[in-house]
T-cell receptor, first 111, second 110 residues
Framework: AQSVTQLGSHVSVSEGALVLLRCNYS??????LFWYVQYPNQGLQLLLK??????LVKGINGFEAEFKKSETSFHLTKPSAHMSDAAEYFC?????????FGQGTTLQVKP | SQTIHQWPATLVQPVGSPLSLECTVE??????LYWYRQAAGRGLQLLFY??????ISSEVPQNLSASRPQDRQFILSSKKLLLSDSGFYLC?????????FGEGSWLTVV
């Protein structure tokens, strides 16, 4: 069965520091992988996705993620954190048209 | 462009009362539709998905039901709410391999 594991339920970084949110998946078939962001009391917004092709994908707000098949990972990064990046981030895999989510990582950005 | 509307945004209901959350999608036809629930401090759980009118698949046994009376309308219902039904409910749609979410509905059962 497919599953997603996000390492670290809470990540804290200083403003301007590198953001790294970790995601590992298990899938019996080549996966479609996604990162979503959720701001307080709002729905989920798509940050970026990997379906096929280039393994380094760029998304909105300066985020990017790299699909590494050998490591079954899809970690999310941003070179320089901004206060507005504080939110909850979800990694997800899409087998057969249904999203399976990780438990989420809350990103705190300190001034 | 496609948009998804979900209402009501917030709802406070007593235990044992009925529930109806509605979701409509505009700008696309024959979308896949989904209901997710996000309980406090927990991840997202897929409750129902639908690939067409009248076609509903339930992912987990529960006190809720879903219906799709029209191509772009998806309704989440309950006849009698339980305290454990409290949470944040998200409707979503997809027309391919990407799923897009509505703004969510907060349900508090008291």
């Amino acid at each position: 069965a497919q599953s997603v594991t996000q390492l670290g339920s809470h990540v804290s970084v200083s403003e301007g520091a590198l953001v790294l949110l970790r995601c590992n998946y298990s899938s019996s078939v080549p996966p479609y992988l996604f990162w979503y962001v959720q701001y307080p009391n709002q729905g989920l917004q798509l940050l970026l996705k990997y379906t096929t092709g280039a393994t380094l994908v760029k998304g909105i707000n300066g985020f990017e993620a790299e699909f590494k098949k050998s490591e079954t990972s899809f970690h999310l990064t941003k070179p320089s954190a901004h206060m507005s990046d504080a939110a909850e981030y979800f990694c997800a895999v899409n087998p057969a048209g249904k999203l399976i989510f990780g438990q989420g990582t809350t990103l705190q950005v300190k001034p | 462009s496609q948009t998804i509307h979900q209402w009501p945004a917030t709802l406070v209901q007593p235990v044992g009362s009925p529930l109806s959350l509605e979701c409509t999608v505009e700008g696309t036809s024959n979308p896949n539709l989904y209901w997710y629930r996000q309980a406090a401090g927990r991840g997202l759980q897929l409750l129902f998905y639908s690939v067409g009118i009248g076609q509903i698949s339930s992912e987990v046994p529960q006190n809720l039901s879903a219906s799709r009376p029209q191509d772009r309308q998806f309704i989440l219902s309950s006849k009698k709410l339980l305290l454990s039904d409290s949470g944040f409910y998200l409707c979503a749609w997809s027309g391919g391999n990407t799923i897009y979410f509505g703004e969510g509905s907060w349900l508090t059962v008291v």
